[in-house]
């Protein structure tokens, strides 16, 4: 498989057990994954959250290992691989009628 089989948002994978992006370095999941990702999983946003929390366990153990004290946060971890990715609510639309007065 090329890296042109590899849909665009997978390009930008962590490089374990550090946890950081194999191209540009920074946390992962970078901001190109963050960017990337939700294009990939357009049709299936429940299955963008069921793997940021796989890799989210994933991080959290190799992390652990790495430095059992004190340990990743989890608020932390939290936010950065899942918080961003939660579904977003639109507000309902408004009554028709309460507009009608």
Known sequence: ?????????RQHLPRR???LCRICGTD???LAARSLLPL???RDPTGLCVYLATMLQEALT?????NPQPGPDPTRMYNR???WAAPRRHPDPPDD???RG
């Not at 190799?62 to 790495?66: F, I, K, S, T, V």
């Open 17 to 19: 057990p550090t946890w």
């Open 81 to 83: 691989f899942l918080g």
């Open 28 to 30: 992962w999941p970078c």
């Open 40 to 42: 990939d999983y357009l």
């Open 97 to 99: 009628h309460a507009t």
């Open 62 to 66: 190799d992390l652990h290992r790495l």
């Open 1 to 9: 498989m090329t890296g042109a089989d590899v849909p665009v948002g």
